[in-house]
Structures are given as C-alpha cells and as structure tokens.
C-alpha cells in the first residue's frame, strides 16, 4: 500500500544515492507541485539544493514577497529574482495571448539561464513535474516545468537544458502530491492553493498588457479571492480568480458619470481541468464582492460572474 510517509523516506534515499553531493537547480513557481518537490530535495541534500523564485510581476498582489518569505520559512536555499521589468518590457504591445504566451516563456528561460549560469559546478536541473504532465505532456508555456518542455520553439538550447533532469513527482498524482507534502509538514495553505497560470495575470487580462492593468488586476483579485477565503469558500472551489475585460461601460458615482473598466469573475469545479463547472457562489457573496471591487478599486465601476462552464468555454478567457 502507498503512504506518503513511506514515500517520503523512499524518495529521500534514492536521490541521496543518485546525487551523493552534487549540486541541483530548481524553479520554484509558488505552486503546489515545485514546492513539495523542493521540499522532498531539501530533506535530501540540504543547501545542495539552489531555488530559484522568478517574480514575472503577473503573479496575484504580494504574491511574490508573500511566497518567497514562506519559503525561506521553510528552510530552503532559495533567491528571489524580481524580473518583473523584463517580462513587461517583452509584453509591450502584444494582444494576441499565445505570442503573449511566448514572450513570457522565452523570458522566462532567459532569466533562469542567466540565474542557473551564476551558480558555480549545478549537474542537475530538479523539476515539479508530476504524472498528468508525463502521460499528456500539456503544451502549457511560461511556468518552470512548463516552459522546459516548449525549448524547441526557442533559438539555440539553454546552457541549463545541459543538466541532467531529477523529476521526484513523476509518478504521483494531484492528490498524493498534495498527501506528501502534509506529510512533511508543509503549509496546508499552501498545499491547497488553487492552481495558476504559468502565463499569470498576463492570460487575465484581454487585450496588451501594461503595468496599470495589472494593478487593477491584481487588487480586484485579492478582494475575490481574500473574499472567498473569509467566506469559507475558497476550498470549495478548485480554482478562482478575475479578467480584466477590454472594455469601458458607463457608470453614475455621486453626480458623475463615468466611463470605466468592466471586471469579470470566474469560480469553477473541475478535478483535472479537461472539464470544469462553473460554481454557484452566494448571491450574498456576490453582491459583498461586486460592492468592494467597485468601491475599493479605482478605474473599475462594473462587475460581471462568468457562468460558462468547460467544454464549449475554458476556464481561462485566454
Ligand atoms: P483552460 O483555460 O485551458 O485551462 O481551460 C485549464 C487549466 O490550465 C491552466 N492554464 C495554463 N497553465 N500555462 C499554464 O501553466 C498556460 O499557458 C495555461 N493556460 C491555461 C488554467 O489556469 C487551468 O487551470
């Protein structure tokens, strides 16, 4: 029978034995699966073990200090790159989402080819990839596991792609992913963080991307997802998050009219993301939620609930 304990203490022993004192680099996304495989590398090999957290500056509002404290909390060796600049500096100009897509991606390799090159003597590159990844090999772009796979679109490969790959999840789905990590004693908030786009907020926001619109974007985000924290909602749906639409309605405000931007939120059920529901959230909620967004955020005044589900829809608007 599978524990997680037992495959903890397994794992730990098989990658002392292959990696004895050699050094490994690893990039941490914030998500579930980079994390617990960060975790099972450090019970191994200790500082060993060099991780690397790109800020893209898509990530959710405080996302990036928020998780990078937490994993240094954790013990891991790890550094904070913020590249923000460099991703909205590639994004600038682009609309079309999978040339959107490809510039996070290429960026993405960059940065983490320039970070892993710093690092003196690494033979390894550890990987969060779990089963589902291996049996359909997803095209996702722009997330640490994601973007290895997408390496032939880039010119040349990466001096990192030369490493030899430790990939400790291969054979684990969601849930044991999930079950080895509490095994460790690993957060359970953030075992149980819905999943998000390698792309990030870029994905969310329709149409080009400036640093504004990810502002606005991400505060309106926080007052959903903070929302649905407070509610008790937020483990009740497998993933949640809000569009900035490309487009101005007009609203009242005391005796103004104004012209402003138009949010849209999205809460599915899904086990594996082929197929997804939308979830019928409270109208209480909804009505709490639309007030705050359009009382705290400045350039919103009009809140719509997505209620497509997948298929024909997907979950993300892009
Ligand atoms: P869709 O929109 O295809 O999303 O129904 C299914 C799941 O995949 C995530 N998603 C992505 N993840 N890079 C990623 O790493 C991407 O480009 C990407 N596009 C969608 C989406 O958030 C959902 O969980």
């Known amino acids: 029978d599978w524990t997680p304990n037992a495959f903890v203490e397994e794992t730990v022993e098989e990658l002392q034995a292959k990696l004895g004192n050699d050094k490994v680099v690893l990039g941490l996304s914030g998500g579930v699966d980079s994390s617990v495989a ?48 460099r991703f909205l500096d590639a994004l600038a100009g682009k609309s079309d989402p999978e040339d959107k897509r490809k510039a996070i991606g290429r960026v993405f390799i960059e940065v983490f080819d320039d970070e892993a090159n710093q690092l003196k003597d690494v033979k390894w590159l550890a990987q969060g990839t779990i089963y589902p990844d291996v049996i359909e090999s997803v095209s996702a772009t722009g997330g640490p596991s994601a973007t290895i796979k997408s390496h032939h679109n880039v010119g040349g490969l990466p001096d990192f792609m030369k490493l030899k790959i430790v990939e400790p999840l291969r054979a684990l789905f969601k849930d044991e ?94 086990t594996d993301g082929m197929t997804a529901d939308w979830v019928n959230l409270p109208y209480e909620f909804l009505q709490k939620t639309s007030n705050d967004i359009i009382n705290k955020v400045k350039g919103v005044n009009r809140v719509v609930y997505d209620i497509s589900s997948k298929p024909p829809a997907t979950i993300e608007w892009e």
């Open 38 to 85: 960060a975790m099972l590398l450090h019970k191994a090999i200790g500082k060993n073990l060099y991780c690397i957290f790109v800020n893209n500056g898509l990530l959710r509002k405080n996302e990036f200090t928020d998780v990078l404290e937490q994993y240094k909390g954790m013990g891991l060796n790890v550094k904070g790159v913020d590249a923000s600049a």
């Open 177 to 270: 992913v999930r079950r080895v990590g509490a095994s460790m004693d690993m957060d359970a908030t953030l075992l149980g963080r819905h999943p998000f786009p390698g792309p990030g907020l870029a994905i969310r926001i329709l149409g080009d991307i400036t640093a504004e619109k990810v502002r606005i974007l991400q505060e309106v985000d926080a007052v959903f997802i903070n929302g649905l924290r407070d509610w008790g909602l937020y483990d009740k749906v497998w993933q949640a998050g809000a569009i900035l639409l490309p487009v101005n309605s007009v609203g009242v405000m005391g005796d103004e009219r104004t012209y402003e931007k138009c949010v849209a939120l999205r809460a599915v059920e899904s």
